[in-house]
């Protein structure tokens, strides 16, 4: 873990006009910068940049925050590898906390495998370039394919030497260690202890991590021997290829900005896409999807298109792997190539344009395909007809969404010709059974599932009487306040830290004070908002929000201290995310909006006439969530007595709900 001091560090050194100019092009606005935004397509620039608050902004898409964010956005990095990136930017020494040796030595192994991963690279790629072998036997092979060199060199393609240890000697000469040739399965090491090229006489393919670390490679063989066509890197400490896809590091930004991902099954897919202009596109590398490929897709985007060649019957086989996407909520299509082509050849007699032509006019929704291809194939037998109906149950089953699976359905019984109630019935039942069996994984053994029975094991939720979470329609009242906390927050990172003095929240109008007022006295926005909320019992629901106002109370008086500067520099990415978005003026400084110029300090200046509305705004939010829940019970109540205990309460709730309104000069219009 990256220390507080050199975090602080990091972001002191940071500035946003910088790292953002280093990916597009900035124009001067006033004291600000503008462009067009690299998070969506953006025709006219709406992605700004203050200096001043060394935050950014599209005001478009809504995306934005410090460097930090930008980094961790534009690069899919994680908080701390974005933190790492700027260091290098900007020449500073990341300290990491204290590890343990076994730590250290593992790390350590992880450094030494990725370094001797690009050495290789490197090494494959002269060979592919200066070789005389490699220019006669491995380059031709990419020109045969339609590959321009410029390609070739954008996914660092390269070719192994046909000799049995060329590659093992020229690494240990380098001072590579023979134990990591053998770890990153470079090479192998026979039982007379001879080391031997894992891919001799091979095209190399290098596979990237999002980031752009080379974890693994692909070796195509070019003689006609009797051996696998492609081999590829085994499973290591670096390499699990469960958890990869390849040109996903090349994809990423395209991925991101059109919000969608092409699928294939191989490499040169991949690359043939690419150099027709089409990058938003990764490989499984021509294996069943995984659960770690997929998180990987659903970082960057919902919405998955999956291109298979004319052959139907090889679709079947990747078919449970779709199922696997739909279970994770993305929206899949799936693109039937012309009969011959696969996205390779394809690609290749495309441009960009035609190439989204042919898929907008082709695609089709997975769930309806693979209904139609089922059907196809059962043709008349009522066996066969039934087994299809039950797998495309099954499919429209996983899926989370309600809404989804209810025009699923709708669609299935025009299908089908099979009962709406029916397959609605079905599908419950099995969604029953899905909810079972997620049970069963987190209780296999009996006698836990009786201890369960009796006492919740702590921090494992009890689920046995919990509906799915997509079928649970109760009222979350996180997400009814959230936009009233949010207000507090504003104000609370703002202008936490601000003496505000005689602030009047008396807002019952025959109401004494709750306390007198000194003119001598201070009280701070803070102050301010901590004592209303306590006055009636009521925190935050966000937890983040909570921790944001609790540390704003423990800090506001200390020296220097600013909520603003505080939380955005936080070392939590959730809150520092939080403040930077809430720190954006709603307004950027140019010539349209010169006049808004000075809202902010005209905000100041009315904090007291500002603030105790906002507050009563949420308390009258929560009054209402209270009084919505009251209204439900009733209605579920049948004892008297319990209703009129209710219908008293009810009463209470509604009258001081009447003072909130007349606080809030709410008009009450009377129908006659």
């Given amino acids: 873990m990256i220390d507080q001091f050199t975090i602080e560090k990091i972001q002191s050194a940071a500035q946003i006009e910088q790292v953002v100019s280093d990916f597009i092009t900035l124009r001067k606005r006033g004291v600000n910068y503008v462009g067009l935004c690299p998070f969506h397509d953006d025709k006219t620039p709406s992605f700004y940049v203050s200096p001043a608050k060394n935050i950014c902004k599209c005001f478009a898409?809504?995306?934005?925050?410090?460097?930090?964010?930008?980094?961790?956005?534009?690069?899919?990095?994680?908080?701390?590898?974005?933190?790492k990136y700027l260091a290098k930017k900007y020449g500073i020494e990341v300290k990491e906390t204290e590890q343990t040796d076994e730590q250290k030595q593992m790390q350590s192994d992880r450094d030494s495998m990725f370094i001797l991963n690009a050495y290789a690279q490197k090494a494959f790629t002269s060979n592919l370039f200066e070789h005389l072998e490699g220019k006669s036997v491995g380059l031709p092979y990419f020109h045969e394919r339609g590959f321009r060199d410029d390609i070739i060199k954008k996914f660092q393609l390269g070719y192994s030497l046909d000799e049995k240890d060329a590659f093992s000697r020229q690494a240990i000469k380098a001072g590579y260690n023979p134990s990591f040739l053998e770890k990153t399965g470079l090479t192998v090491i026979n039982e007379n202890q001879s080391l031997i090229d894992r891919f001799r006489g091979r095209v190399m393919f290098p596979v990237h991590t999002l980031s752009g670390k080379i974890v693994a490679f692909g070796g195509r063989i070019l003689k006609n021997e009797k051996t696998a066509k492609y081999i590829n890197s085994p499973e290591s400490e670096i390499y699990h290829k469960g958890n990869e896809l390849y040109g996903i590091f090349f994809a990423r930004q395209a991925i991101v900005?059109?919000?969608?991902?092409?699928?294939?099954?191989?490499?040169?897919?991949?690359?043939?896409?690419?150099?027709?202009?089409?990058?938003?596109?990764?490989?499984?590398?021509?294996?069943?999807?995984?659960?770690?490929?997929?998180?990987?897709?659903?970082?960057?985007?919902?919405?998955?298109?999956?291109?298979?060649?004319?052959?139907?019957?090889?679709?079947?086989?990747?078919?449970?792997?779709?199922?696997?996407?739909?279970?994770?909520?993305?929206?899949?299509?799936?693109?039937?190539?012309?009969?011959?082509?696969?996205?390779?050849?394809?690609?290749?007699?495309q441009n960009a344009s035609s190439f989204y032509n042919f898929i907008q006019e082709h695609e089709a929704d997975f769930v309806r395909f693979k209904a139609g291809l089922l059907l196809e194939e059962a043709g008349n037998d009522p066996v066969k007809k039934s087994q299809t109906v039950t797998e495309i149950v099954n499919t429209i089953a996983i899926i989370p969404e309600e809404i989804t699976?209810?025009?699923?359905?709708?669609?299935?019984?025009?299908?089908?010709?099979?009962?709406?109630?029916?397959?609605?019935?079905?599908?419950?039942?099995?969604?029953?059974?899905?909810?079972l069996q997620r049970k069963k994984t987190?209780?296999?053994?009996?006698?836990?599932?009786?201890?369960?029975?009796?006492?919740?094991?702590?921090?494992?939720?009890?689920?046995?009487?919990?509906?799915?979470?997509?079928?649970?329609?109760?009222?979350?009242?996180?997400?009814?306040?959230?936009?009233?906390?949010?207000?507090?927050l504003y104000y609370v990172i703002r202008y936490g830290e601000i003496d505000m003095t005689n602030v009047k929240s008396e807002y019952e109008k025959n109401e004494p004070p709750k306390k007198e007022v000194n003119k001598d006295d201070s009280i701070y926005v803070i102050e301010y908002i901590v004592e209303e909320l306590e006055h009636d019992d009521l925190c935050l629901t966000h937890p983040v929000y909570r921790q944001m106002l609790e540390e704003t109370f423990l800090k506001y008086k200390e020296q220097g201290f600013r909520a603003e500067t505080y939380f955005k520099n936080h070392i939590d990415p959730k809150i520092?995310?939080?403040?930077?978005?809430?720190?954006?003026?709603?307004?950027?400084?140019?010539?349209?909006?010169?006049?808004?110029?000075?809202?902010?300090?005209?905000?100041?200046?009315?904090?007291?006439?500002?603030?105790?509305?906002?507050?009563?705004?949420?308390?009258?939010?929560?009054?209402?969530?209270?009084?919505?829940?009251?209204?439900?019970?009733?209605?579920?109540?049948?004892?008297?007595?319990?209703?009129?205990?209710?219908?008293?309460?009810?009463?209470?709730?509604?009258?001081?709900?009447?003072?909130?309104?007349?606080?809030l000069r709410e008009r009450i219009v009377t129908k006659m």
Avoid at 64 to 83: C, N, R, W
Avoid at 311 to 320: C, S, V
């Fill in 61 to 83: 898409c809504g995306e934005g925050g410090t460097p930090v964010h930008f980094i961790m956005k534009h690069e899919q990095l994680s908080y701390s590898d974005a933190l």
């Fill in 257 to 349: 900005k059109q919000d969608r991902c092409f699928l294939v099954e191989g490499y040169t897919d991949v690359i043939s896409m690419h150099q027709a202009g089409i990058e938003n596109v990764v490989a499984s590398s021509g294996t069943a999807l995984t659960q770690g490929q997929i998180r990987l897709i659903h970082r960057l985007t919902n919405n998955v298109t999956v291109l298979y060649d004319g052959d139907a019957a090889g679709i079947k086989a990747a078919l449970r792997g779709i199922d696997l996407l739909l279970e994770a909520g993305l929206n899949i299509k799936i693109v039937l190539l012309p009969e011959g082509e696969d996205p390779d050849s394809f690609a290749r007699k």
């Fill in 405 to 435: 699976r209810l025009v699923y359905i709708k669609e299935c019984s025009r299908l089908t010709g099979v009962d709406e109630g029916t397959l609605v019935r079905t599908i419950a039942k099995k969604r029953q059974e899905i909810l």
């Fill in 442 to 488: 987190l209780y296999p053994d009996p006698e836990a599932d009786y201890q369960q029975e009796n006492q919740a094991p702590e921090n494992i939720p009890d689920l046995r009487e919990t509906p799915l979470p997509e079928d649970n329609f109760n009222f979350d009242k996180t997400v009814t306040l959230d936009k009233h906390e949010k207000n507090i």
């Fill in 576 to 663: 520092s995310k939080i403040a930077a978005e809430l720190s954006t003026d709603k307004y950027i400084e140019s010539k349209i909006h010169s006049k808004y110029k000075n809202i902010q300090n005209e905000e100041e200046k009315r904090l007291k006439d500002i603030l105790p509305y906002v507050v009563i705004n949420y308390k009258n939010a929560v009054l209402q969530n209270t009084i919505d829940e009251l209204n439900r019970q009733m209605q579920k109540e049948e004892n008297i007595e319990q209703n009129s205990v209710l219908l008293k309460q009810l009463f209470e709730l509604n009258e001081k709900k009447k003072q909130f309104a007349l606080y």
